[in-house]
């Protein structure tokens, strides 16, 4: 039989649902899923792996926007999950208010990116997820339940992979609105990187470094996201790399047009922290992600794992962007416990040869407590991630009071759940 419900943003996967629901109020989210016996939320369908798919109905939460609330007094905003973080942001700039941080692109909508433990960069910065303190939830049974930051099962509901049931809501901290410059430094020596990542990573409020491992030695570019009310200046070198005389794109040689300023221009949070502009909305991308976050403690031994595989990874890679997460406390967040190093890969659309090398890749950063990111590719298995997340049974526990019957479980949670 076939179905509408088309496929994820990258196209690498067709959703099998044969009902896409696209109710507009928290009521009809509510007589849906009481209806239902397999569903789950389908949020802006960005994620590369099957998280979102297997079940006979998908919700898309994309109508589930609004209202966008501000509590001064607590320094939040309340939104509906479905709203993407590019359209908050644009709500947030009217109230002088903006988020910590945000992804590399502002398409992602809230409830899917917290979801799934999405994160930007900064050695400061938390995952996305983190900034969560409130969310509303309808589970299996259609019941609106509410979660605060301190309740007993909080840290477990936050990042979720959508099995506990529909976010309909969340509240997030918001701080004052704030200004970043962005400059694009190239050729970092990787010996500068290795000797000192901490040094670089901490150069800003912000930083990813991009590689395509081409040259193993040098890596192509670092993004250094600055808060001018915070971070020393920066001066026309970084660790040997040189200020860019122009603008750039992630992939070298691509033009930047689609990409947030840079040469240092000053300009507001939302419109330089991703590396994507908000109006730029990409087609869909012929790429594939992958993810692993290791311990920061293990970042330079794990790229150097990394440059060891670079003659296989070289063929299938895109652009290789390393960034980092500041630890936290939720369950199943890639950064839980940890500081964390995300070593991503973009690769090319050619899944059999990326899930081919995968495992390889996976043996390698294994000594280094990998964990990978929930909306990428990935192979490790159940065993692995209870090793990976201490809190793993508790948060099975959790999904089993809240869903016995498994009206949200899909092929990728049963896995998890040891169903
Ligand atoms: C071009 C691109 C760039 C990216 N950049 C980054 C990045 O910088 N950092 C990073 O960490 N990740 C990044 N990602 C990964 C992305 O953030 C995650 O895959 C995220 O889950 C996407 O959110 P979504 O709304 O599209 O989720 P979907 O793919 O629609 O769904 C993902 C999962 O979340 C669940 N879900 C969605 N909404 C809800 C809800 N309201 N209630 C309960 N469960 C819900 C779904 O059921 C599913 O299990 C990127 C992805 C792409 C395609």
């Known amino acids: 039989m076939t179905n509408d419900v088309g496929t994820n943003w990258a196209g690498n996967l067709a959703y099998s649902a044969l009902t896409l629901h696209k109710p507009t109020s928290v009521d009809e989210v509510r007589r849906i899923v009481a209806a239902s016996s397999s569903i789950r939320a ?15 109905e998908l919700l898309s939460t994309a109508a589930l926007t609004g209202p966008v609330t501000v509590d001064r007094e607590r320094s939040t905003v309340s939104v509906g999950a479905g709203i993407r973080y590019g359209e908050l942001a644009r709500e ?50 259609g019941e609106l339940v509410r979660f605060s930051a301190g309740d007993p099962d909080f840290d477990g509901a936050v990042v979720n992979l959508g099995a506990l049931g529909i976010v309909t809501r969340l509240e997030l901290e ?143 890679l ?19 416990g940890t500081d964390a190093v995300g070593l991503h890969f973009t690769w090319v659309q050619d899944q059999p040869a990326v899930q081919k090398l995968l495992p390889k890749l996976e043996a390698a950063l294994e000594p280094f407590s990998a964990r990978p990111h929930w909306g990428k590719l990935f192979t490790s298995g159940a065993q692995d991630l209870d090793r990976l997340y201490p809190r793993l049974e508790d948060f099975r526990l959790l999904a089993k009071r809240l869903d016995p019957d498994g009206v949200f479980a899909n092929p990728f949670t049963d896995g998890l759940m040891g169903r």
């Open 42 to 56: 389908l949020g802006s369908r960005h994620s590369f792996n099957d998280i979102a798919d297997g079940t006979a």
């Open 92 to 141: 947030l700039e009217r109230e002088g208010l903006a988020l910590a941080n945000l992804a590399s692109l502002p398409h992602i909508s809230v409830g899917g990116a917290v979801a799934t433990g999405t994160h930007g960069s900064g050695i400061r910065n938390r995952s996305l997820a983190a900034a969560v303190v409130g969310l509303e939830l309808v589970t299996a049974s």
């Open 174 to 316: 918001v701080e004052p609105a704030f200004e970043v410059e962005q400059t694009v430094f190239e050729k970092l020596p990787l010996e500068n990187l290795l000797r000192d990542f901490d040094g670089v990573t901490g150069a800003a409020y912000s930083v990813s470094v991009f590689t395509t491992w081409r040259d193993p030695d040098v890596a192509d570019a670092v993004w250094v996201k600055r808060r001018p009310d915070r971070d020393a200046p920066l001066e026309g070198t970084l660790f040997g790399a040189v200020a860019a005389d122009d603008e750039r794109h992630p992939l070298p040689g691509l033009p930047a047009i689609g990409c947030t300023p840079q040469l240092g221009a000053a300009g507001p949070w939302y419109n330089r922290l991703p590396h994507f502009k908000l109006d730029f909305t990409p087609s869909n991308g012929v790429e594939l992600q992958s993810e692993y976050l290791v311990p920061r403690v293990h970042a330079v031994d794990a790229i150097r794992a990394v440059r060891e595989l670079s003659a296989e990874i070289v063929p299938l």
């Open 318 to 336: 895109q652009v290789n962007e390393i960034r980092t997460v500041a630890a936290d406390e939720l369950w199943l967040s890639s950064s839980y």
